[in-house]
Structures are given as structure tokens and as C-alpha cells.
């Protein structure tokens, strides 16, 4: 019943809240395991396993894992840092090179700056655009390098060949992955959800404490899950 597997937990409630609560801790602190030279400050959430990064190795590891949710140690806790914040750079056209007709830097090349004790990108590569995506596991911002080959497509063909739904055909700064147009239309037909809470679930999981900082509308959501019924 289910009264005896409350009972069989409760033999084990102590032991569960100490291996929660151990999680909380840097169990990888100290050399980057990639490099094994660099000062390992980075985890990621969405990996599994204890891992431990610098911020070159941690990029180079999560280049084609752009929603992936990074923290920063600061040797007393963790906060969250987001990709684009340590420098990632999302190449599009060349299976996550640099265009080869602009040669830009690669994604680790860049010089180093500390802010608030979290390691920051330096300059960007020119012609690079922020774009919004929205993904089911919430909402990130990402820097967008086009390319730019002689006879390339239109930016908003270059999200669709990337796997990202543009919100607009003419100057895209928001897109949708398909999985998350196909989340919100299971949702919106099992689970009866409108655009606005579909949202709001995403907000939530982008920023629990302040989901109204979170940007994109709703309303984008709807209309590019309607775009997608048609195509």
C-alpha cells in the first residue's frame, strides 16, 4: 500500500538528505578534468555525473550542448552562469565552425575577464547577433554567428537549417526549437494548457525567482506552434 512505501522510505529519509545535500558541494574542485592543468570552477547541471571544468574546457565540452544549465564555484556556493555570459558562440552553416569566409576565433579563443569573480568572454566575434531561443527546458539567450559565404541563405533560413523555428523572416532575435513547439502542442491537446501557462511553465524553469525577467511573449509561442501545424 501506499502507506508502506512511506513507511520503507522513512528508514531511509536521513540518508537521502545527506547525499541531497552533499550534491550541493564541488565534488569535482580543483584541476579541470579535461586539461588537468586550469583551476576547475565550472559545473553543469544537465550533465550527468560530478564534472568539473574551466571555462575553455567547459565550452569546447558543451559546443553542440547549447541548453545546457552551467553554475560557477565560488568556493563557498554555486550560482548560475549561462553559456553566452563565459563566451560560447553558436556557428551556424558549418556544423559549429567559424565560417571559413569570415574566420572568426574560435569559440575558446577569447581573452579571459573576471567580473564579480565569474570568468567572462572578451570581445565577440563580429557579426554576432543575440537571439532569444526558447527550448522546453526554458529560455536562453545565445550569440548567433552567421554565415556569411558568398550565396549563404537569409538569417532566418540559417536558424530553420539549425534546427531553430524563426519568429520572424526578416530580422529573427527570437527562434523555437521543434521540441518545444511539439511539447506546448501535446500539452495544449492532453493537457488542454494555454500559450500563457505553457509560458509561464517556461519562465519558471529559465528563473524561478524572477520570471518576469525572463524575455519573449507568449503570444510567440502560439503563433509558432500554428506556423509549425501548417507545414
Known sequence: TQNDFIAEYLDYRDVYLDIILDSETFARAGICETCQSAEATFNCVTCTGDHGWCRPCLIRSHQSLPFHKIQFWNNLCFHD????????????????????????????????ERVDGVTEAGSLPQDTTPVTVVHSSGVFTHNMSWCCCL??????????????????????????????????????LECKTSARSFFEKLTRLTNNAFPDSVPVSEKYIFINSEYQQYL
Open 151 to 188: 550565396g549563404s541563405n537569409p538569417h532566418h533560413l540559417q536558424l530553420l537549417r539549425a534546427g531553430l523555428f524563426p519568429a520572424s523572416s526578416t530580422r529573427p532575435r527570437t527562434a523555437f526549437t521543434f521540441e518545444v513547439l511539439d511539447h506546448f502542442l501535446i500539452d495544449a
Open 81 to 112: 552562469v549561462t553559456l553566452a555570459e563565459l563566451g560560447f558562440v553558436w556557428y551556424l552553416g558549418h556544423g559549429g565552425e567559424p565560417c571559413p569566409s569570415y574566420g572568426g576565433s574560435e569559440i575558446y579563443g577569447y581573452q579571459d
